[in-house]
């Protein structure tokens, strides 16, 4: 491959024009190292709403699953970030930070469809584009960057696009493994573009806190913490057999990690591991202990996993329940069949005793979740899987509401059913039907 010229850019300014306010270059001496780009949209949902309605430009907004109901903010526009509203908040907690916070309803279908033709954008420069949520990705240039004048011009390219086609930034990081792409991207925010080259490796590692890694969350760091380990490296240096006798086989990743080491491969989406659970979780609108409400709730989010699992030609023998009270404890309880099953009604059978062996009365409820895992595909082209006669109705059901929406035909407990989600689920990849939880 050729020599590449990599520069070290600082953030760039979001509010001015996209040229980078200084840039340092140096030659790299490294011809044969992995160069691989990380590309973020900078709060994709608030940048896109605010591109489709003008008027919410400059303005702190809140995009969430219903603006009159008690969904958590799916993503904030840097003005409201900028007042201390973040993902996952609930809405009286971003209106006590920010008071003049607009909150939008969400639209998967145009998330979906801006993030499809994003992508296809990527796949002009490399094969190998991973996605890693519906508002990031990787790419492996490693063999086409000097097809495109190196990684930086490609990296400016997809922004100078982005910014002319859809009118979003993103903020994007060079790296030469996936772990110090995502690093480097995340460094300089919003519209940055940032380069880590191999022989920086050492030194940036050397006092970076171990929790901006991805993949190192608030438990781990804490484990971390107590073994006297802040920095990555420090992790790196820590005895492996100590690592290991406390994580297990996550203590060798983990002292790599600390090192900077990362060889997993950028893999395009079809070639994912395959699907381990499918689910749904709901927020109600209010507390409540009414166990007839609680039941038509949870039948709902069965009845929906149901039709993903038989979409899908899924079925699972483990059914999982998620009970969350008022005050914010979270309780999860599972149950293990003996046959494998779709049907959203056995579903909610698991699933109501499995709540009544969790609840706690009086305490109100407010939010519910079900799953189903240890999945097999296509059990019934290979074996006596159920009634033929119950899976014909199911073909017929599920066949009339692909053509007129969910819950068309419904049963008759579900006729004053709570009306859909509008958050995008992180399992979305491209190519699939676009699943959603509240």
């Known amino acids: 491959m050729t020599n590449l010229t990599i520069c070290h850019s600082e953030a760039f300014d979001a509010e001015e024009s996209s040229k980078p306010k200084t840039l340092r ?135 100078a696009h982005l910014k002319a086609q859809f009118g979003l930034t993103c903020s994007a990081g060079i790296a030469p493994n996936k772990l110090l792409a995502k690093l480097s991207g995340d460094m300089h925010k919003p519209d940055g573009l940032t380069i880590v080259r191999q022989s920086e ?24 913490n107590r073994l006297g380990i802040k920095t990555c490296g420090e992790l790196g240096r820590y005895p492996e057999k100590q690592l290991t006798g406390i994580f297990g086989i996550n203590g060798t990743h983990l002292k790599r990690m600390g090192q900077g080491v990362d060889e997993s491969p950028v893999l395009p989406y079809f070639h994912e591991p395959a699907t381990k659970s499918m689910g749904h979780s709901f927020t109600l609108d209010k507390d409540t202990r009414d166990m007839a409400e ?90 006596a899987f159920e009634d033929s006669r119950a899976d014909s109705l199911f073909e017929t059901v599920d066949m009339v509401n692909n053509k007129y929406g969910e819950f068309s035909v419904a049963r008759a407990r579900l006729q004053e059913r709570t009306p859909g989600p509008r958050v995008i689920s992180p399992s979305w990849r491209p190519g699939a039907p676009t699943p959603v939880g509240r």
Do not use: W
């Open 25 to 159: 270059c140096t030659q790299s001496d490294k011809r044969d190292e992995r160069i691989v780009l990380h590309v973020d949209m900078d709060a994709f949902f608030a940048s896109v709403e605010q591109q489709t309605f003008p008027f919410l430009r400059g303005k702190p907004i809140g995009v969430c699953g219903d603006p009159d109901g008690r969904t958590v903010i799916a993503a904030a526009s840097y003005e409201a970030k900028r007042r201390g509203v973040k993902t996952a908040m609930t809405i009286p907690e971003a209106k006590k930070l920010c008071p003049e916070i607009v909150l939008v309803s969400g639209n998967p279908a145009k998330y979906v469809d801006t993030s499809t033709r994003i992508l296809a954008f990527y796949t002009t420069f490399t094969d190998l584009v991973e996605v890693f949520s519906i508002d990031e990705a990787f790419l492996d240039v490693t063999q086409t960057a000097h097809l495109f004048h190196g990684p930086e011009e490609i990296a400016r390219s997809i922004k």
């Open 201 to 224: 490796v050492a030194a940036l590692m050397e006092s970076l806190p171990v929790q901006e890694l991805c993949g190192i969350g608030p438990k781990t760091q804490e484990k971390l």
């Open 294 to 383: 609680i039941q038509r709730h949870l039948l709902q989010l069965s009845e929906q996993v149901g039709r993903r699992l038989r979409r899908d030609s899924f079925a699972g023998r483990t059914v999982s329940l998620v009970l969350r009270y008022a005050d914010f404890s979270t309780f999860i309880k599972q149950h293990s069949l003996k046959s494998y099953i779709d049907d959203g009604l056995r579903i909610h059978q698991v699933g109501m005793k499995l709540f009544e062996e969790l609840y706690q009365p009086p305490r109100l409820v407010r939010l519910l979740g079900i799953s189903v895992s240890n999945l097999v595909r296509d059990l019934k082209q290979t074996t």
